[in-house]
């Protein structure tokens, strides 16, 4: 094989480039790590040598390899066993299942050992769904586990419910008060009921056994074979850093930093990971965030392709479903949430938030924020306008992450700007149900207004939030074009749906810009690097409902087949 020969040839199918203009080709030649041509069967297969892998098609599918613009990696796979106990639904669908669930861990472990898990969801658990009064309790799991500390995160991971032990261990009491930012939830009496709340997390999450690094390693490298049998080949890991110490399983966020290095240095990372750095915690300030930041200086790999770290994420408020998002209307039931930053007062609280945002902007980082409600984005979003103000960077490609609630006037600033947001559509299909009861139908039919954002002229990203929903795709395109409830199957703000091209722009086009890699990745195009989704059917016919029972069936990194159905 001389060297402009091809090294693999996809002939005979579906190609859909996601191009400027949407074009399909039947072919694409990869020589290398490279495309280096798409077009007719004709024009490409004439270029195959003898050395030539050829792969017929049959009218299959090819899309460049797919984009999870947020999923959080290393703790994706620490969720999974042997690392943790899955509580979520369905693999639990009540509090009783989640009880013989710790019963049968406790069995297993040692005198004294932290029992951890992930996944819960009220919304899902039976005595809760009955009995709208009812949830979770530490006595749940005094029954099961008395002598062993218990820690089970919900599915958001913005609450935690631990067991009596897992209280005493960590001195929390009648006596304790949550930090800024976090709720202790209380029984009548004032003891706490083991459910802990947003910043609150921490005085659980702290005292967790940290995982080694070699063990975050192992997770990893499960993770990412995991996704090249999802057809993806990138994601955005975000919060590596000290303000990640207490997050999900406990131990240092720096570690997975140095798990990601080491992988990529030994030639054992076959994704490319964008990474965010959480250089301060849930309810921090500005002063941790420095502090953070220069503890972890700018870390930098032999390989930006594969391994980049390219922002800072910033936590700014909570999450709608625990009421702990900023909003500007009640709840049902009352309360308008709040920002998780530092401060007694929302003035505080909203100045504190504009340091943060001004310290990493000006330190020249991307920034992704964790922002939800429509106050707390609002709140973002200007304090994006006035860091750019003091110290203008024209192409910063700043984010709001999840973004649940934005509204117009943030969405055309962003558009201004240049500036993103990551959006959640397999969240919406799993929680539509459960929010018209916490902020009633109106705006759950609203949220996460995907045609809103892309009429206004934002690049709209779709991710999965891994741990929070698996990071599948095609739930999220379908989700995207059909707003359907996971539930009860009833569309939720159908007027916010979009078509095929649009979603699958939000899991390929657009994170590639999120990730300044729109040169390079992204769309199947000659010259981009060789990252390839093949499907088991034509997409461009497809019923929406049709999509999640798509199958990948191959998938290429870098010019490598890594996954073969």
Known sequence: MNDSTPTLVL??????????????????????????????????????????????????????????????????????????????????????????????????????????GLGWDPGYLAECVSDPRRFPHRGDLDAVAPDHPVCLTDFSSHMVWANSAALRVCGIDADSTAPPGGVVDRDADGRPSGILREAAQSLVLAALPSPTVDRRRAAI??????????????????????????????????????AYAGLAADGELDARVSVLLLPAPMGGSADDLRKGLAELGTPVAADPRLLNVLGVKIFADGVPPNRTA??????????????????????????????????????????????????????????????????????????????????????????????GVNMNPAIKWTVSDLMDEVVGRERSAYQWPVRSALDAGVAVCASSDAPITRPDWRQGVAAMMLRESKASGRASGPEQCVGLVDALRAYTVHPARQDFAEEWKGTVEAGKVADLCVLDRPLLSLDPHEITEVEVDMTVFDGRVVYER
């Open 221 to 258: 490298r499960a993770v990412v074979a995991e996704l090249h049998s999802r057809g993806i080949t990138s994601y955005t890991e975000p919060g590596l850093g000290p303000g990640g110490a207490t997050t999900f399983f406990g131990g240092l966020s720096t570690d997975n930093l140095t």
């Open 326 to 419: 900023w909003m500007s209307e009640p709840y049902a039931g009352g309360g308008h949430g709040a920002l998780c930053v530092h401060g007694d007062t929302p003035a505080l609280r909203t100045e504190e938030l504009r340091e943060m945002i001004r310290v990493a902007h000006g330190a020249g980082f991307q920034l992704g924020v964790h922002v939800t409600g429509d106050l707390a984005i609002d709140a973002v979003v200007d304090a994006f306008v006035a860091a750019n103000a003091d110290a203008p960077r024209p192409d910063a490609r700043h984010y709001v992450i999840h973004g649940d609630f934005v509204g117009p006037r943030s969405l055309a600033r962003l558009a201004e700007h240049g500036w």
């Open 11 to 116: 002939t005979g199918g579906q190609v859909l480039t996601l191009d400027d203009v949407f074009t399909v080709a039947e072919a694409v030649a990869v020589r290398g790590r490279d495309i280096v041509a798409v077009g007719s069967d004709a024009e490409v297969r004439a270029l195959a040598g003898p050395g030539t892998r050829v792969v017929d098609l049959g009218g299959r599918t090819v899309l460049p390899g797919i984009n999870d613009s947020h999923l959080h990696g290393a703790a994706y796979g620490m969720t999974k066993p042997p690392f943790a106990l899955d509580v979520g639904h369905p693999a639990v669908r009540s509090i009783a299942d989640v009880a013989r669930a710790v019963e049968r861990a406790v069995a297993a472990a040692g005198p004294g050992e932290w029992i951890v």
